[in-house]
């Protein structure tokens, strides 16, 4: 997907596709990912590039994911074996470093190892982060979670059968109070 230019949207024809390796977008902006309905299947893992897409480096800014079924392979979702050691980093969306103006729409994040969406783990925060009308039915750990995030909503979304919380933060040390995540 990096060979593809900025500006530019990737559509991908309904369907299932097995990735074996996360869908990384680095250093791009004005992208929209339009999925017309299509499922990714995760093989399971224990890092970050086993997530589904995996939004790296600083300077994305202005990406949009949209109507993608992302689907994990945790067989223990609902049970008390949901989370397992060593395999938490393997989640549906992840976001590192700074990005900006980030919008998930319909998405539908199931059986993931890690968290359905995670944006964070680096000193660089993401700002302007919109998280709306999707479903994250089972996790390992959180469904969604903020730890790097300056401005986040998140509106009308299911979350369901988690390992953990449905919703997780961990704001930086310089976060401004006046910012805030709004969850509706």
Same mark, same amino acid.
């Given at each position: 997907?990096?060979?593809?230019?900025?500006?530019?949207?990737?559509?991908?024809?309904?369907?299932?596709?097995?990735?074996?390796?996360a869908?990384?977008?680095?250093?791009?902006?004005?992208?929209?990912?339009?999925?017309? +309905? $299509? &499922?990714?299947? /995760?093989?399971?893992g224990?890092? !970050?590039? *086993? @997530?589904?897409?995996?939004?790296?480096?600083?300077?994305?800014?202005?990406?949009?994911?949209?109507?993608f079924?992302?689907?994990?392979?945790?067989?223990?979702?609902?049970?008390?074996?949901?989370?397992?050691?060593?395999?938490?980093?393997?989640?549906?969306?992840?976001?590192?470093?700074?990005?900006?103006?980030?919008?998930?729409?319909?998405?539908?994040?199931?059986?993931?190892?890690?968290?359905?969406?995670?944006? +964070? $783990? &680096?000193?660089? /925060?993401?700002?302007?982060?919109? !998280?709306? *009308? @999707?479903?994250?039915?089972?996790?390992?750990?959180?469904?969604?979670?903020?730890?790097?995030?300056?401005?986040?909503?998140?509106?009308?979304?299911?979350?369901?059968?988690?390992?953990?919380?449905?919703?997780?933060?961990?704001?930086?040390?310089?976060?401004?109070?006046?910012?805030?995540?709004?969850?509706?």
């Amino acid at each position: 997907m990096n060979a593809a230019p900025s500006g530019a949207i990737w559509s991908f024809p309904a369907g299932t596709y097995r990735i074996d390796r996360a869908l990384y977008i680095t250093g791009k902006n004005n992208v929209i990912v339009e999925g017309n +309905g $299509a &499922t990714l299947r /995760t093989n399971g893992g224990t890092n !970050i590039s *086993d @997530s589904a897409f995996v939004l790296d480096s600083p300077g994305n800014s202005h990406i949009t994911i949209r109507n993608f079924t992302l689907d994990g392979d945790n067989p223990n979702v609902g049970t008390v074996n949901a989370y397992s050691v060593g395999q938490e980093a393997a989640e549906g969306v992840a976001g590192y470093h700074a990005q900006s103006y980030i919008e998930l729409d319909r998405l539908t994040i199931t059986d993931q190892w890690g968290h359905g969406v995670y944006f +964070g $783990a &680096t000193a660089e /925060t993401a700002d302007h982060v919109w !998280i709306h *009308d @999707s479903t994250v039915d089972g996790t390992g750990l959180y469904g969604i979670v903020f730890a790097e995030v300056d401005t986040a909503w998140v509106e009308r979304n299911q979350l369901l059968d988690m390992g953990g919380s449905p919703l997780g933060f961990d704001f930086p040390a310089q976060w401004d109070p006046k910012l805030g995540i709004h969850v509706t």
